[in-house]
């Protein structure tokens, strides 16, 4: 009976959570036509949010580009086809490694410092303070970053995608001898752009959505204490994590054609 | 946080970049560049069989691209497929009796369509049917035709 009691405890815990979640989610949309008039504060959480994560990801697009050259070189050789590394190193980068990875380290990257943030201010009261000023917290703080995180999370696949590419050039074509023109023909032959370079587009708007929503929701549902907030940023890594490697298989189940 | 004019700035290069970026992708990295929907017009041609053939697909001559196929449909009164292939206007001097085959590039790769020049002084007019066509070679139709005839020359 006590197990039982339990288990609709978690059950009713976890669906009251959700709840809030999705509420939230519609507040902070209905709470963005505010944020027409004030670009600014879009401006400034793009800063923090995308321009300062674009070191890690070109860093790491660079070097998931370089090794997917290297070791595709290694398979592909055996066939005498080593000119396909330009379509394998392209077509997973576009497909799936950029909006995945980027995820991933965004959430790693922006989404812990947007929760910590949050859950700071809900901490220290200044989301309080600011109700208490008539002023909503969900326009005036959460929908810019929200927004900062949906934009800048394409633009950031994109950027790892096309960095992830040319990292596989300099070591298939400078280090290990790819012909120079195979390599960007085949990839111009077999990377379909509505098919392909579109999907994995898609896919990076709906985890920008996604990572922008677990971040700010975990940083505004926290448990105000220093405790909470570090649980509250953990989660945000393992939630979005979660998401986006789930999300990611419904998607390309959906676009397998 | 910084002057804001600087924010600004590393906000419009981070745009830039990302934009770049998928503008790379578009262009460099996908064949969009490839079919920038030149301009062409369009030929028609009947198989029995079109195998693997896809849209998209090239049209060659010679070995060079000079189209590609635009359209796949099926006729259900010849039981025949119907392909349409658009021609880019620069070569607008294929003979009428030009023939149209199903090819496969290598062994196992992408199936195209190969034309081959015939000798009459008319030329092919937008929308006409190629007079003659050769179909895909299905390689189990292949494999079955030659085990007949091996099991047929064992017999004898």
Request: proline share 2%; glycine share 12%.
């Given at each position: ?186 990839i111009q032959n077999r990377v379909d752009f509505y098919d392909d370079v579109l ?59 | ?83 349409t292939l658009k021609v880019y206007d620069q070569y607008d001097q294929l003979p ?61």
């Open positions: 009976m006590e197990w039982l009691s339990q288990l609709g405890r978690s059950g009713l815990r976890f669906f009251e959570r959700l709840g809030r979640g999705n509420l939230f989610l519609f507040y902070v949309l209905l709470g963005s036509f505010s944020l027409l008039g004030r670009g600014r504060l879009l401006l400034q959480q793009m800063y923090s949010v995308g321009v300062l994560s674009m070191l890690i990801i070109t860093v790491a697009g660079l070097f998931v580009g370089m090794v997917l050259g290297l070791q595709g070189y290694n398979t592909l050789v055996d066939f005498g086809s080593e000119e396909s590394l330009g379509v394998m190193v392209a077509l997973s980068l576009v497909q799936e490694l950029g909006p995945v990875m980027t995820a991933v380290l965004f959430a790693a990257r922006a989404g812990t410092s947007l929760t910590a943030e949050i859950g700071l201010m809900k901490t220290t009261e200044q989301l309080s303070g600011m109700e208490m000023m008539a002023v909503d917290p969900l326009r005036r703080v959460i929908a810019p970053r929200f927004w900062a995180g949906f934009i800048s999370l394409p633009l950031l696949a994109g950027i790892f995608s096309a960095v992830g590419v040319f990292g596989g050039y300099f070591v298939g074509v400078g280090l290990l001898g790819v012909d120079d023109g195979a390599f960007w023909s085949q999907n994995g587009i898609i896919k990076s708007i709906v985890f920008g959505f996604v990572a922008a929503w677990i971040a700010l929701f975990e940083g505004y549902d926290t448990v105000p204490t220093s405790e909470g907030v570090s649980r509250a940023t953990t989660r945000t890594v393992v939630h979005t994590s979660l998401a986006v490697l789930g999300l990611d298989f419904v998607l390309t189940a959906l676009m397998f054609d | 946080m910084f002057h804001s004019k600087a924010i600004e700035i590393a906000v419009g290069v981070f745009v830039a970049a990302g934009l770049g970026a998928l503008f790379i992708l578009a262009i460099k990295v996908s064949n969009l560049s490839a079919f920038s929907d030149e301009a062409g017009y369009p030929l028609q041609a009947r198989f029995d069989n079109i195998g693997g053939l896809k849209v998209q697909a090239p049209v060659t001559m010679a070995g060079v691209r000079i189209g590609r196929v635009d359209k796949i449909s099926f006729d259900d009164e010849t039981f025949e497929a119907v392909v009428k009796d030009t023939s149209a085959s199903i090819f496969t590039s290598g062994l196992l790769g992408e199936q195209y369509v190969s034309l081959e020049a015939g000798g009459d002084m008319d030329n092919l007019q937008p929308n006409d049917q190629f007079m003659i066509t050769q179909s895909a070679l299905v390689l189990e139709e292949m494999i079955g035709q030659f085990l007949f005839k091996a099991a047929e020359g064992g017999t004898e």
